[in-house]
């Protein structure tokens, strides 16, 4: 698997595997700006389509924040968002904090972030409603544990 820069070519790859973005037009602006800010990174299988995306952006009270993270649904349970994940903590510099967030409904992903050294830290209600954000940090002395399966 290859993670790469995304370009304006895969926007609609990127809008077609977020289950969100195809009926949701503030998703599909995000996406894109995501893209043009060389945010957003893709992870892309051997036929180069891509599996999944990652926003990595430096918005969180001036902090590395992970804002979105989509693996697309035929290609999940297969180490993506775990491979999008290290791949954002290895560009994060060595000194910064980490942040990145889940819905409380999203219990996989609540279940991977511990294993890469995040710690839940808080919630913010009426993002979605009845379905909590729950917010995860990782410390900068965590960077070497998350990066020991090879992945990246």
Avoid at 10 to 27: E, F, Y
Avoid at 128 to 148: C, H, K, M, S, W
């Amino acid at each position: 698997m290859l993670i790469r820069v995304a370009t304006t070519a895969d926007i609609p790859a990127l809008v077609d595997l977020d289950a969100i973005a195809s009926h949701d037009p503030p998703r599909r602006r995000a996406i894109a700006e995501w893209v043009a800010r060389g945010e957003c990174h893709v992870a892309a299988g051997n036929d180069s389509e891509p599996a999944g995306y990652v926003a990595l952006t430096r918005s969180f009270f001036r902090s590395p924040f992970i804002e979105m993270l989509q693996v697309k649904r035929s290609e999940r349970r297969r180490g993506i968002a775990r491979a999008l994940l290290q791949h954002c903590i290895a560009g994060t510099p060595a000194d910064a904090k980490l942040w990145t967030s889940t819905n409380q409904s999203n219990g996989p992903m609540q279940a991977l972030l511990p294993q890469l050294g995040f710690i839940q830290c808080g919630m913010f209600e009426h993002l979605d409603p009845g379905d909590p954000e729950l917010i995860y940090v990782r410390f900068p002395d965590q960077r070497a544990r998350a990066n020991t399966s090879g992945i990246i």
